[in-house]
T-cell receptor, first 113, second 113 residues
Framework: EAGVVQSPRYKIIEKKQPVAFWCNPISGHNTLYWYRQNLGQGPELLIRYENEEAVDDSQLPKDRFSAERLKGVDSTLKIQPAELGDSAVYLC???????????FGQGTRLTVV | AQSVTQLDSQVPVFEEAPVELRCNYSSSVSVYLFWYVQYPNQGLQLLLKYLSGSTLVESINGFEAEFNKSQTSFHLRKPSVHISDTAEYFCAVKKAGNTPLVFGKGTRLSVIA
């Protein structure tokens, strides 16, 4: 089966510009996560979806970050405007249910200059 | 809230030597425990997990971890490492129920020929 697909793999933008990341989870996985991984750190949750509903977005900086998961499948994460401190790897993951492990995509490495 | 402490940020070890990567967690409720591995420029891959039952769990490539409830630990071990084991290793915890993974900061394992 295909894994979690993310695009783009790499993105370089100037500060104050907008950027968007896309994620296609594993078919049938109703739970989708966006994590941010700063250099030398572990991933930190930004937002979690159950189907199309965001059930945990307490760590999402809502002044500049937004996310959506249309029809409970694909998801996009947007930053507008980007800041230098947003440089990180953005990881998407999906899982079937509450006890299952999460399957991760390869991530999008964002560099803000 | 749960938290994970990985006591060593970097672990250098010679090829064919044994290794232990330490992980301690904090939680007031029952948890599931995971080890993920991240190779350079890749997403996270599940190495092994503890959900219930036997406290010793094994991966297909020779790693094992033991859940120790009294010491709140889930250390990862391998009796003989290979060059190909060079990677970043992340310990993660999640509460029972539909909750997200909480990751440690990671341990970089470097296997030296």
């Amino acid at each position: 089966e295909a894994g979690v697909v993310q695009s783009p793999r790499y993105k370089i933008i100037e500060k104050k510009q907008p950027v968007a990341f896309w994620c296609n989870p594993i078919s049938g996985h109703n739970t989708l996560y966006w994590y941010r991984q700063n250099l030398g750190q572990g991933p930190e949750l930004l937002i979690r979806y159950e189907n199309e509903e965001a059930v945990d977005d307490s760590q999402l900086p809502k002044d500049r970050f937004s996310a959506e998961r249309l029809k409970g499948v694909d998801s996009t994460l947007k930053i507008q405007p980007a800041e230098l401190g947003d440089s990180a790897v953005y990881l998407c993951a999906s899982s079937i249910g509450q006890a299952d492990e999460a399957f991760f995509g390869q991530g999008t490495r964002l560099t803000v200059v | 809230a749960q938290s994970v402490t990985q006591l060593d940020s970097q672990v250098p070890v010679f090829e064919e030597a044994p290794v232990e990567l330490r992980c301690n967690y904090s939680s007031s409720v029952s948890v599931y425990l995971f080890w993920y591995v991240q190779y350079p420029n890749q997403g996270l891959q599940l190495l092994l997990k503890y959900l219930s039952g036997s406290t010793l769990v094994e991966s297909i490539n020779g790693f094992e971890a033991e859940f120790n409830k009294s010491q709140t630990s889930f250390h990862l071990r391998k009796p003989s490492v290979h060059i190909s084991d060079t990677a970043e290793y992340f310990c993660a915890v999640k509460k029972a129920g539909n909750t997200p993974l909480v990751f440690g900061k990671g341990t970089r394992l470097s296997v030296i020929a």
